[in-house]
């Protein structure tokens, strides 16, 4: 009997011992080389793969043929964990894979199973969706969608793919994510909204390095539809030649958008915001980006507009950015809906409308009286109008920003504190366009008798004079300067006493100029302390 037993161990030991080692054969990795230009294996392979399989797809062309009942919906439903690599063993051949017209497909690739992410690299991918199966409402070439569902996508290129729903080349639901990098999506279309992606049902997408163009579509968002309480990060990304009805680079409805360091440039809408769109509540920031030349046909904003040109419920965010140069083709709109962003939509830390910090805001943003009130900071901040006199009020609490004190407690240069003398410099306009003029007023408070001032163009550790020392008794001097061909001046201005040959230093302020434009630029603003 105790001979049984030690048998009936030894096997129970074994047979434990044989399903590790069958488990962690499984876990490595396998690798599958489809037959070059071959589609039929390629879909066999892809779909058979298990994480964390690598499937290598050799360069060339790959042609999908009829849907005749085999596959489910979509020809490629990679599982959770698996790799596609594409252009395997054919250095400078790529690896296009194409669903043409009518061939029965619902997406070229279909993510759903939940778990590690899909990646998919190197892969160009074009596909026309024209009798898509029932259930499927977007995304030609990627369907993703599903809770914990995961895909990363790299190097690939997304191109001249059509549906006749939404999401032209990419369609992310139901809380999916997707990581786009190094990625083009160009020349596609999806009708009913979001023609290069459509993002939906809190679904989060994401583009690093990435391009979009020549993506079209009849309803909003021609580069990105961001809806349904989903969510869009982009960074380092070019949105150009976009075309939409209304947000030719992104449409954000009752959604999330951050953008960064990304170019938003020559989109078009046909009547409201050819840059950014926004339903509200949505939100939006706009973060060391330039969105220039974006162009609206017919009425509405051309850089970023909402639905009724309201942002009161929505939380819009600029900061380090340019936003110029934006408009409509429509006679008067420009004055009505304002060029770059609406007139009138400052002061958006008060709640709702547009915040805005150490950027550059052209056009029409603020137009004939309108006021900003409440977030203007004169060191960060710059607005400018094409007309109108701008009026901004600017809280106490930075007009009384001393700089810090030294090492031994004395008030810092020039800061003056309390009565004593206390040198500041203003500018009549932040910006000003190439060949117009620009107007420094220095003031030395809390002095009385005659002083020499001198304003100094600052670049790193160089202080360069510009014109000539004006003596002065009166406690106050204009300096007029021609603006240098440099985009970006720092400046500051010194004053030495004449009873005892102090010196005071302003802080810096900064200059911005532009290429001459059309309008004037009239500013008008109370002085702080610079």
């Not at 340019?322 to 008060?350: A, C, E, K, M, R």
């Given at each position: ?9 030894t ?21 599958v ?14 779909n ?7 499937v ?11 849907n005749?009942g ?30 043409p ?9 279909e ?9 998919i ?41 059509s ?19 190094n ?9 009913n ?28 968002g021609?580069g990105?539809y961001?809806?349904?309480?989903a969510?869009?990060?982009v ?5 150009s030649?976009?075309?939409s ?10 959604a ?31 973060t ?16 970023i507009?909402?639905?009724n ?48 910090g ?46 810090p ?10 800061a003056?504190g309390?009565?004593?003398p ?13 060949g ?27 202080e ?8 002065s008794?009166?406690?106050?001097v ?26 005071y230093?302003?802080r ?14 009239e500013?008008?603003k ?5």
């Amino acid at each position: 009997m105790f001979k049984h037993l030690i048998t009936y161990i030894t096997n129970r030991t074994l047979l434990l011992i044989a399903t590790l080692l069958l488990l962690q054969f499984r876990m490595e990795a396998a690798d599958v080389v489809v037959n070059a230009g071959n589609a039929a294996d390629l879909i066999a392979k892809v779909n058979a793969a298990r994480s964390p399989d690598v499937v290598y797809v050799p360069g060339g062309t790959y042609t999908l043929g009829n849907n005749t009942g085999n596959y489910a919906a979509s020809a490629l439903r990679p599982q959770n964990g698996v790799t596609i690599v594409g252009g395997y063993g054919t250095p400078g051949t790529p690896t296009v894979i194409i669903i043409p017209a009518n061939r029965g497909y619902g997406h070229l690739f279909e993510v759903s199973d939940p778990g590690n992410p899909v990646t998919i690299q190197n892969i160009t991918m074009q596909a026309t969706i024209t009798d898509w199966p029932q259930g499927i409402t977007g995304g030609a070439a990627i369907g993703i969608s599903g809770n914990n569902v995961n895909l990363v996508v790299d190097n690939c290129v997304i191109q001249n793919s059509s549906i006749g729903g939404q999401g032209g080349g990419i369609y992310a639901m139901n809380g999916a994510s997707a990581k786009f990098t190094n990625t083009q999506i160009t020349g596609n279309t999806g009708p009913n909204g979001g023609g290069g992606c459509y993002a939906t049902s809190n679904a989060k997408v994401e583009f690093e390095g990435c391009s979009f163009s020549g993506n079209t579509t009849s309803g909003p968002g021609g580069g990105i539809y961001v809806g349904g309480g989903a969510s869009a990060k982009v960074t380092n990304t070019q949105f150009s030649s976009n075309t939409s009805q209304r947000g030719g680079a992104c449409y954000v409805d009752q959604a999330t958008a951050e953008f960064g360091y990304s170019t938003i440039l020559e989109n078009t809408a046909i009547n409201g915001g050819a840059g950014f769109y926004l339903r509200c509540p949505s939100t939006l920031t706009i973060t060391s980006c330039t969105m220039v030349g974006n162009t609206n046909n017919e009425w509405g904003t051309g850089g970023i507009g909402a639905e009724n040109n309201d942002f009161t419920n929505c939380t819009v965010q600029i900061s380090n950015s340019v936003v110029s140069g934006n408009g409509s083709n429509q006679p008067g709109s420009d004055d009505t809906f304002g060029g770059d962003i609406p007139p009138g939509t400052g002061g958006g830390s008060d709640g709702g409308g547009i915040d805005i910090g150490g950027s550059i805001v052209g056009g029409d943003y603020v137009d004939g009286d309108s006021v900003i009130t409440g977030v203007f900071d004169p060191d960060t901040d710059i607005v400018i109008g094409d007309s109108g006199t701008v009026e901004i009020t600017i809280p106490d609490t930075i007009a009384d920003i001393l700089p810090p004190p030294d090492e031994d407690g004395n008030p810092g240069i020039g800061a003056g504190g309390g009565n004593q003398p206390r040198l500041r410099i203003a500018v009549t306009d932040t910006i000003i366009c190439a060949g117009d003029s620009a107007y420094f007023t220095l003031t030395l408070r809390n002095y009385e008798g005659s002083a020499a001032y001198s304003l100094y163009q600052v670049e790193g550790a160089q202080e360069t004079q510009i014109g000539t020392t004006i003596n002065s008794s009166s406690g106050s001097v204009n300096f007029t300067i021609m603006p240098r061909a440099t985009a970006i001046g720092l400046y500051k201005a010194k004053a030495v006493t004449g009873s005892d040959n102090q010196t005071y230093t302003s802080r810096e302020r900064q200059l911005i100029i532009l290429p001459a434009t059309s309008g004037n630029i009239e500013h008008s603003k109370n002085t702080t302390d610079q």
